[in-house]
């Protein structure tokens, strides 16, 4: 699963990848785009090679804007 949510107590957005941390960046928007390129590389990966498929996909989580990290 991807995350994007606040990095810590800070204003920079974090993108998380299975629980690990894969980049912090400045604005929602390039975390956003980051999670977008991950998933767009994960269903050619899909479409491309159908029988390694185990039937799992990736969903992108996006948290509300907020103090609350």
Excluded: N, Q
């Excluded at 998380?16 to 990966?45: N, P």
Aim: proline share 1%; with cysteine.
């Amino acid at each position: 699963m991807i995350e994007i949510r606040k990095y810590r107590h800070t204003r920079f957005w974090a993108v998380y990848v299975d629980g690990e941390l894969l980049a912090v960046v400045v604005y929602r928007k390039g975390a956003a785009a980051i999670a977008d390129m991950l998933l767009s590389m994960h269903s050619r990966k899909e479409a491309g090679d159908a029988a390694a498929c185990s039937g799992a996909s990736m969903t992108v989580a996006l948290f509300p804007r907020g103090r609350d990290a």
